[in-house]
C-alpha cells in the first residue's frame, strides 16, 4: 500500500491483515512489517496496540481462538433442529478459511503457545461436534467417533499439498455427509 492511512486503525484491522498474509504464505510471510505494510501505518502504531511483535503473534492466536472460533460455534448453535444443525456444521466446515487453519497448525509445530491454543481449538471443536451429533439422536460413542472422522477429514483436507485443494474437500465432505445423513436417527428431527 502506498502512503499510510490517516483514519484511525483497529486491532481487527490488525487481524484481518494478519489472516490474509497466513492465508497466502504461512507464519514465514506474517512479519509486522508485512502486517503494517498491508494496512498502511508504521511500526509503532503496531507496537501501540500489542506492546511488541510477540505481543502482537499472541493476540492474532488469541483473537483466532476466542473470537474466530467461538463466533463459528455460535452461529451452529443458534440452529434448533438437530438436523437442520448439522447442514450448518457442513456449510461451517466448507467455508472455513482453510488456509489460515494450515497455516496455524504449521505455526503450532514450531511455537509452544501456538501449540497450547491450537490443542485447545481442536479438543473445544471435537467437543461440539460431538455434542451435536448426539443431540442428532446418535449413541455418544457413535457420535465421538463421527466426530472424530469428520475431524480428520477437515485436517487432513487442510494438510494435504502446499494449498489447500477446494475441490477435493468438498468431495469428501459430500461422502462424509451422505454418510452421516444416511445413518441419522428419526427422532432427530424434532427441536431442542
Known amino acids: ?19 490474509e498474509l497466513l492465508a497466502a504464505g504461512g507464519k514465514p510471510a506474517l512479519t509486522t512489517t508485512a502486517v503494517c505494510r498491508r494496512i498502511g501505518v508504521t511500526t509503532g502504531s503496531l507496537y501501540h ?18 473470537d474466530v472460533t467461538t463466533a463459528q460455534r455460535r452461529r451452529v448453535d443458534a440452529v434448533a433442529n438437530p438436523r437442520e444443525r448439522l447442514v450448518v456444521l457442513e456449510q461451517a466446515a466448507r467455508e472455513a478459511d ?8 504449521a505455526w503450532a ?20 461436534l460431538t455434542k ?10 457413535r457420535a465421538d467417533t463421527l466426530a472424530r472422522i469428520g475431524f480428520s477429514v477437515l485436517v487432513g483436507a487442510q494438510q494435504i499439498g502446499t494449498r489447500v485443494d477446494r475441490e477435493r474437500l468438498n468431495a469428501a465432505l459430500d461422502e462424509y455427509s451422505v454418510w452421516v445423513n444416511s445413518s441419522v436417527p428419526a427422532e432427530a428431527t424434532t427441536s431442542r
Do not use: C, L
Not at 500500500?1 to 489472516?19: C, Q
Not at 511483535?53 to 483466532?64: L, M, N, P, Q
Not at 482453510?98 to 497448525?105: G, L, N, P, S
Not at 514450531?110 to 461440539?128: G, I, W
Open 1 to 19: 500500500m502506498v502512503g499510510y492511512m490517516t483514519e484511525k486503525v483497529s486491532r481487527h484491522d490488525y487481524f484481518t491483515a494478519a489472516f
Open 49 to 66: 496496540h500489542f506492546g511488541s511483535g510477540a505481543g502482537f503473534y499472541r493476540a492474532v492466536i488469541d483473537y483466532w481462538e476466542n
Open 98 to 105: 482453510h488456509e489460515v487453519e494450515k497455516a496455524i497448525r
Open 109 to 128: 509445530m514450531a511455537d509452544r503457545y501456538v501449540a497450547a491454543a491450537q490443542h485447545r481449538v481442536d479438543q473445544v471443536r471435537h467437543k461440539h
Open 132 to 141: 451435536h451429533y448426539i443431540e442428532a439422536g446418535f449413541e455418544p460413542g
